[in-house]
């Protein structure tokens, strides 16, 4: 998600660097585990961090819009279609 007032500057979300670190390391140790060992902790430590990340970016997503909400009296959205703006999509 990116947020533009159109004037001044974007916002972008922000990218949980931390938490990125430790699913790539979780995952790193599930790939060198054997299959018939116990892998399930691990699994599940994954699954908690890929929701860590979601959460963050949905958190940032529901403050941003409550802040142009409370400071703008008219909001306008546009849903945009890159493939059709491209060149070969005609």
């Known amino acids: 998600m990116v947020y533009s007032d159109g004037a001044s500057e974007i916002h972008r979300q922000p990218q ?3 938490e990125q ?19 399930r902790q691990i699994k599940l430590r994954i ?6 990340i979601r959460n963050i970016g949905n958190t940032w997503g529901h403050r941003l819009t ?12 546009e849903k ?8 070969s999509a005609t």
């Open 16 to 18: 949980p660097t931390l």
């Open 21 to 39: 670190t430790g699913l790539k390391r979780a995952q790193r140790k599930l790939a060198r585990r054997k299959k018939i060992s116990s892998r």
């Open 47 to 52: 699954g908690k961090l890929h929701r860590k």
């Open 66 to 77: 409550r802040a142009i909400a409370s400071q703008a009296r008219l909001l306008v959205l």
């Open 80 to 87: 945009l279609y890159p493939q059709g703006m491209t060149a």
